[in-house]
């Protein structure tokens, strides 16, 4: 009896490993990239032309010299993505760029010229639950100056920031550089008598709750200052607890705002009357408003608005805002301000955490990709024309001649124009969908025939493109008969011919 033959045993398949991309991280292709490099050129030529000098500091720093995200846990990962290297000491991916610079400028202090301007440009990382519009991964554009204590130094970044703006493509009157003080927040808090450090607490719920006038206005940050408020979802949020008369005054410290600085400054004085910090702030705002009429840039471009908190925990004096004022289709529909791509402001304390001592610091950081993004919704060139160009593709007719088709690629190449030779494997067709999907402006061919005749043949794929529409009501005879926007020249003149239709092509 004959068996049937042994089954060999099959060797078990390893699983399908799952292509995911990590929550709150994004990839980028060549046309983003190639928009943000544009507008990160035309930042720095505005940064470089105030006399600001190129730093870059690394991704990775040690925990404790983050300052505001010290840690007070086991592990400290509390904001940001920390690890411990190989002697246990913590380290952490960087939160924002100015941390770095404090560390950068403490540690080599006495090198540096002082006031030492600097910019830096560079990925953040947040340790944060990710949600639309919100990465864990986002790129900064910083630009500082450390060891300035006048506030000439803010006005001077405000007016460098309105520069930068219409620089990228932000016409004059679709945005507002606002300054406030935290000088004259902290005189409001004095007035109202949370100034003593045990109302902490309760300090941090009052600015947050004036954080959010632009969406709540007056009367739901009224709630927030008082016993609370419940939103439309039912989800209730306490208040601060205030008095009426305390909550009058806060909001009267947020409609300070008048036609002009003059009057809002005198407005503020009425607020932190009897508070020696806060009027410290107001004369400095008094002094900030004088430089940028001295300018030119109170014509709209900057201006003094009490609304603007920010960096409860950081800033030491003036604060800014760069915001643009067209209307964007909320989420709702509704249209609402595009709001914030920028800020900052003076963080005097900073440097002083290594040095002890006090080191005066101010500076301004741009949003990268919420700039971008703005950029795009009113039709900057910069960013306008996403379609980056392709290289020149010289196609592969003859796999015995391969030797041949490198030295026409190189002979592009060595005239400086972007070019690859086709290394797939497929025919014709295919090379040209290729080539297509690459964006190339044109491809070179050259099958035996061209190459006994001295010749190549030149396709220019746009125009190729715009006579294809024309012609697309000939009959199918008359469609193949006609070779477009394709054209021979002797090998010799590949060069300049293939520049020929690159010129066509910008113009």
């Given amino acids: 009896m004959s068996g049937s033959p042994k089954s060999q045993p099959q060797k078990p398949q390893s699983p399908k490993l799952l292509a995911r991309q990590p929550r709150g991280f994004a990839d980028r292709g060549p046309a983003d990239i190639a928009a943000t490099e544009r507008m990160l050129a035309h930042i720095r030529e505005i940064y470089a032309l105030y006399g600001f000098d190129a730093l870059e500091t690394p991704f990775v720093e040690y925990t404790d010299a983050l300052g505001k995200f010290l840690p007070d846990q086991d592990r400290p990962n509390e904001g940001v ?20 610079l404090a560390r950068h400028v403490a540690e080599n202090y006495d090198a540096l010229p002082k006031p030492f301007r600097s910019y830096r440009a560079g990925w953040v990382f947040r340790n944060e639950k990710p949600g639309p ?6 790129m900064q554009f910083d630009a500082d100056t450390v060891g300035a204590p006048s506030v000439s130094a803010d006005a001077e970044i405000c007016m460098m920031a309105a520069d930068t703006l219409e620089k990228v493509g932000i016409a004059r009157g ?42 709540l206005g007056a009367e739901g940050v009224a709630l927030l200052l008082g016993p609370g408020r419940k939103d439309e979802s039912g989800d209730f949020t306490r208040g601060a607890g205030l008095a009426p008369e305390q909550i009058a005054r806060v909001l009267a410290f947020t409609d300070a705002r008048g036609d002009n600085a003059g009057t809002t400054l005198a407005n503020l004085e009425k607020v932190v009357e009897g508070s020696a910090r806060g009027l410290e702030g107001v004369a400095e705002l008094r002094e900030i408003a004088a430089l940028v009429e001295a300018a030119g840039y109170d014509d709209g471009r900057v201006s003094i608005d009490p609304a603007v908190v920010r960096g409860l925990e950081y800033y030491t004096g003036p604060v800014y805002e760069a915001e643009l004022t067209f209307t964007i289709a909320g989420e709702d529909g509704a249209p609402v301000r595009f709001g914030s791509v920028a800020g900052g402001g003076r963080y005097d304390g900073l440097v002083a955490r290594f040095r002890g001592e006090a080191v005066p610091a101010t500076g301004f950081s741009i949003g990268v990709s919420r700039l ?32 041949h088709y490198h030295a026409l690629v190189a002979r592009l190449r060595a005239a400086g124009i972007r070019a690859e030779m086709y290394l797939g494997g497929s025919g014709m067709k295919a090379q040209m969908k290729y080539a297509d999907r690459r964006n190339s402006p044109c491809v070179v061919i050259q099958g035996s ?15 190729g493109a715009e006579q294809a529409e024309t012609t697309r009501q000939l009959d199918n005879a008359a469609y193949k008969a006609q070779r477009l926007a394709q054209f021979s020249v002797p090998e010799a003149e590949m060069v300049e011919a293939v520049r020929g239709v690159l010129a066509a092509r910008q113009s």
Avoid at 90 to 100: E, F, I, Q
């Fill in 174 to 215: 679709r945005y507002v550089i606002k300054i406030n003080n935290r000088k004259v927040l902290d005189g409001v808090l004095e007035a109202i008598g949370l100034g003593a450090d045990e109302h902490a607490a309760r300090r941090l719920v009052v600015l947050r709750a004036i954080d959010k006038l632009d969406r």
């Fill in 81 to 100: 993505f920390s690890f411990q290297d190989d002697d246990e000491q913590w380290l952490s991916l960087r939160y924002d760029l100015t941390a770095p």
């Fill in 133 to 138: 519009g919100r990465f864990r991964q986002f």
């Fill in 372 to 403: 971008l993004a703005a950029l795009k919704i009113v039709g900057s060139p910069i960013v306008s024309d996403t379609g980056l160009a392709g290289p020149v593709v010289v196609l592969v007719l003859d796999r015995a001649e391969i030797a």
């Fill in 449 to 463: 025939d061209e190459r006994a005749a001295g010749t190549v043949q030149i396709k220019d794929l746009v125009a």
